[in-house]
T-cell receptor
């Protein structure tokens, strides 16, 4: 079965610091998708990025960047110049096939980021 | 705003009761997923529907059931509630429910069983 490990459970930084959230995954699938979701204090789950297993190109979106390395089964997320609004729980997730072409998401336990002013 | 709506936002009930959680997917999405988020289990997949048909089941208890209606909204029914059922229940939707899709989540329904 698929597994997602977010070793860090909680990080506290001061505004404008850079912070990297680690994600390590296990899968036997050759084709899979990785995701990051953000859960702010209000509770909803917000989609941030999707990456397929064939695309190891790093991605940058504003202050957010993602580093996907198949060789180490990692999909790390970096926030540059963090802001108070980045305070949230961040989840890494991996698709798992359920048969019949259906998929579910397997989530890591989440990492709580607190950005202090 | 993901476009997925869930009602109610909060639900407080007693043990042994039955509740219904409702979800409307994003416009154009045919597949609906239900997930449970609890402190001890984290985020766990419960069940998936596609265009009215059940497609996949996860760790869903027999006391729980779901359905997707012709207008594509979905309901999750929880019965004989126990204290341990207290959790945040999310609905997600995607276009056709396959790995090429992204699942977009609703705001969740927080269930408290007293």
């Amino acid at each position: 079965a698929q597994k997602v490990t977010q070793a860090q459970t909680e990080i506290s930084v001061v505004e404008k610091e850079d912070v990297t959230l680690d994600c390590v995954y296990e899968t036997r699938d050759t084709t899979y998708y990785l995701f990051w979701y953000k859960q702010p204090p209000s509770g909803e789950l917000v989609f941030l990025i999707r990456r397929n297993s064939f695309d190891e190109q790093n991605e940058i979106s504003g202050r957010y960047s993602w580093n996907f390395q198949k060789s180490t089964s990692s999909f790390n997320f970096t926030i540059t110049a963090s802001q108070v609004v980045d305070s949230a729980v961040y989840f890494c997730a991996l698709t798992e096939g359920l048969g019949g072409g259906s998929e579910k998401l397997v989530f890591g336990k989440g990492m709580k980021l607190t950005v202090n002013p | 705003d993901s476009g997925v709506t869930q009602t109610p936002k909060h639900l407080i009930t007693a043990t042994g009761q039955r509740v219904t959680l409702r979800c409307s997917p994003r416009s154009g999405d045919l597949s609906v997923y239900w997930y449970q988020q609890s402190l001890d289990q984290g985020l766990q997949f419960l069940i998936q529907y596609y265009n009215g048909e059940e497609r996949a089941k996860g760790n869903i208890l027999e006391r729980f059931s779901a359905q997707q209606f012709p207008d594509l909204h979905s309901e999750l029914n929880l019965s004989s509630l126990e204290l341990g059922d207290s959790a945040l229940y999310f609905c997600a939707s995607s276009v056709v429910g396959r790995r090429t899709d992204t699942q977009y989540f609703g705001p969740g329904t927080r269930l408290t069983v007293l």
